[in-house]
Structures are given as C-alpha cells and as structure tokens.
C-alpha cells in the first residue's frame, strides 16, 4: 500500500471512530461503565432480599432529570425560526433525547421524576409557541410514545422558567393556568414505593404571605405536616433550599458556588428573582415536611450539602441540568432508589432512599475533538496542495529555459502535479463518502420516533 493510500485510510478511520464514539457509544458509556442503581451496590441494607439475578429486588427504580430547558427565542435573542435558532434547537434537543433514550432509558426505570424548568422562557411565549416546545420536549423525552406510558411512571415540579416566580404569578395567572392543564397541580405527594414524595411550587414559598400566590402552597405544606407520617419522606422542590455563602458543594461541582440572591417587584414586593429560598422559609419547610432528603435543581450544577433541622441533619442533593447548553460541561441526571418494603426495626430512615449521580457524555468535549480532527484533516491537504504550488511556483521561476527541456521531462512535470491534485481530491472524497453517510445515518436514527 502506497504512503498516500495509507494516509486517507488512516483519516477515515479516525473520522470514522469519532463519529462512532461521539454521535453513540458514548452516550452508552454511562449504563455500560460509569453508573449503576445505588442499591445494587450498597452495604447499609442489611435485610435487602436478593433474587437469582443478584439484585436487591426491595427497591423502585426512579431516574431524576432537572432543568432540561429547551431553548427558544428568548433563549439566545434570535428571532424566531431563524436558522441559527433552528440549528441551534436542533442540536440542544439530539442531545437530551440521546442521553435519555442511551443513557437513561437502558436502566429500566420504573419511575421518572423532572423537577422543573422544561421551557426557558415559558411564561413569555404565546400558547402556539409554548405548544411547539411542549412537542418538543414530548419528543426529547419519549413522553408522547406508548413505552413510556405504559411502563414508567412520570411526575412533574414547575420551575421558574415554567410559571415564573410570585410577581409574575400574581399578574399572568394564565400561566400557571396552561402550565397546570398540562402537566397536574403545582403541589403534591405521592408514593413510590414505602417513600413518601412531597412536590412544591418552590416559586411561591417566599411570597407575600398575605396573598394568594403563597397560600396555595403552605396550606398544602400544612396539611402533609399535619397528616400521620407513616413513611420516609423526599422534599421535592425546584430552587434549592437555604445554604450560607461559600458552602461547599462537594466534588462533583464544576463551576464557582452561586451565593444567595434574591430580587423583590419594587410595585407589589413580590419576588422577582431568587437562587435559593429563605433561611426562614427554608427552616419551616424542613420542620413541617420532616423529610430525610431533599432534591431540588435551578442551580444548573451539581451540589451535596447538608441541613440541620428538628428531626436532624438532612442531605439535599442540587442536580445538575440534563442539557449542554445551559452552562455546566458536565450535564448530569441521577439515579435514586426508593424502597418497596418497610425498614427494619435495626435500619435507619435514609436507607429507604438511595441516590447515585451519574453523568452524560461532554458534548462541548467531543465537537472539540472533532474540530481538532478536521483541522488536522484540512491541514494535511492544504499541505499537499502547497507542495503542488510550490513545485509549479519552482518550475516557473526556473533559470532553464523550458523550451530547452526534452518534451517527455516536460510532460512528466505537468503529470506529477495533476496526480497530487487527484490524489489529494480523492482522499477528502473518500473520507467524506464513509463518513458524511454515517453522520448522517446517526442524526436520522436518534431524530426518529422509535
């Protein structure tokens, strides 16, 4: 095999095991290497009954999925269904509805809970527009097909991307209106498992007390505290509870820590921006729901801390966004284990539930990768074309007169730079042939209702 025949068949494969890696195996990677279910693999269940598969068979299998939020036009200003906003959708959505069908769906959850935040600017699109992204997001997610619905079972939290928080809630009640017709009440409790869920519209707990808007929801907080607590409870709410500046967030975060901040409507004081709730609100929500965890999302990044409450310290875990446009490099969702059967007299309350982070593929990662493989594949004919150039350049700047050179050394000049051309021509036609088709392949394979 010549140099040259060596060259293109060595560039096709590279391109061809990028393409392989980036556009499939890697969103395979975290069912088959890098997650598991955090009861397969935990030492605290001592009475876990095992069956022949050798999995602990006491536990619900839940996957948890925070802020997807599908962009839109007011996610980047562009106008609305312009190509560039297009493109972008396009390639934000291929890569949550690949991370959900190859990296989530192979782990056969039995319940899937999204904890807000599915449109980015929800409360300020017309219905036509929020219907479009609702299919949108139907389709990401598979909500729309008969496996879903058949087999998993789907609750949902708002976020402030979805209703908005107080201020806007107390004066465009219409969208907590569509937002409630789709997707059920804003706060709720349900069981899986022996696990008690307690879901809250996060966005009103620190809203003028005296209104309407924060009613609804301490009055439903009220009733769960009043109610007989039977089982360990999961605090569910989209903005992050209370935690002191600087706190730490633990080893999995990958940007700076976002202190608190909170913003009020200077007409009717309601909140207009926060990124976590009040130590006051935040103290009686623990105190009220008892729960031994909490999970919330809104911050985009990973974070574990701890709270000190009446009944103790309670562990809440901060997901990280699904998607890879939203600011982390390290989109993330996570796998939580709820217990089917009540604990032991000898176990403790955090047993019932079980969490275990798991992360997707770094997209941004991979199209730099494969901006690096293109760079060095365009260099390496932009170099053959110079030596072609440089050689005609060298013949014509020649002292030799070439009516003096013999016609066959003449011709065999004119040869050798026509061949460089083809070759060269030929190698980015070959590479492209393999590779522009399985590109191809890929998108329509993954785009495609299954």
Request: hydrophobic content about 40%; some cysteine; proline content about 5%.
């Given at each position: ?53 050798g ?18 036009k ?65 389709h ?20 402030n ?11 465009k ?8 017709k ?109 729960p ?16 000190e ?14 998607s ?35 992360f997707?593929p ?14 060095a ?74």
């Open positions: 095999m010549k140099g040259h025949e060596k060259l293109t068949l060595l560039l096709c494969l590279i391109w061809t095991a990028t393409i392989l890696y980036g556009e499939m195996f890697s969103f395979y990677m975290p069912f088959l290497f890098s997650c598991s279910w955090p009861h397969l693999s935990s030492s605290s269940s001592s009475d876990s009954t095992m069956n022949g598969k999995y602990a068979a006491d536990y619900v299998k839940v996957a948890v999925i925070a802020d997807p939020q599908i962009m839109d007011t996610s980047l200003r562009l106008p609305s269904k312009s190509l560039a906003l297009e493109f972008v959708q396009f390639y934000t959505d291929l890569f949550m509805r690949r991370a959900f069908f190859s990296s989530i769906l192979p782990f056969k959850p039995e319940v899937i809970l999204f904890l807000g935040d599915y449109f980015d600017g929800g409360p300020y699109l017309s219905d036509d527009e929020w219907q479009e992204s609702l299919s949108r997001l139907k990401m997610f598979g909500l729309n097909t008969e496996e879903i619905h058949s087999t998993v079972k789907v609750y949902h939290l708002p976020g991307h979805d209703i908005g928080y107080a201020t806007l809630q107390s004066h009640p219409e969208v907590v209106r569509r937002y409630e789709e997707f059920g009440s804003r706060n709720y409790q349900f069981m899986v498992g022996k696990v008690e869920f307690v879901a809250i519209d996060a966005q009103t707990v620190d809203a003028n007390q005296e209104g309407s808007v924060a009613s609804a929801t301490w009055n439903f907080v009220s009733n769960v505290s009043s109610d007989r607590q039977l089982h360990p409870r999961v605090l569910l709410s989209h903005i992050p509870l209370y935690r002191r500046d600087w706190t730490d967030c633990g080893p999995h975060r990958g940007s700076p820590i976002i202190n608190q901040r909170i913003r009020h409507n200077i007409y009717d004081k309601e909140v207009s921006y926060q990124n976590y709730i009040t130590e006051e609100s935040s103290n009686q929500l623990l105190n009220l729901i008892r031994v965890i909490v999970l919330s999302g809104h911050d985009h990044d990973q974070c574990t801390v701890t709270h409450s009446k009944g103790g310290p309670v562990t809440e875990h901060t997901l990280g966004t699904i890879w446009q939203q600011g982390n490099l390290y989109p993330s969702f996570m796998l939580l284990s709820a217990r089917k059967t009540p604990l032991s007299d000898t176990s403790l309350p955090e047993e019932a539930v079980l969490t275990r982070l798991c997707l770094m997209q941004t990662h991979i199209y730099i990768w494969g901006n690096a493989v293109m760079r594949t365009a260099k390496k004919s932009v170099n053959q074309l110079t030596e072609v150039c440089l050689s005609m350049e060298t013949n014509a700047d020649s002292e030799v007169d070439p009516k003096k050179l013999p016609p066959r050394a003449s011709k065999s000049k004119a040869k050798m730079v026509i061949q460089r051309f083809v070759r060269t021509f030929r190698m980015l036609i070959l590479i492209a042939a393999v590779n522009v088709p399985l590109y191809m392949m890929f998108l329509f394979k993954d785009w495609i209702d299954k």
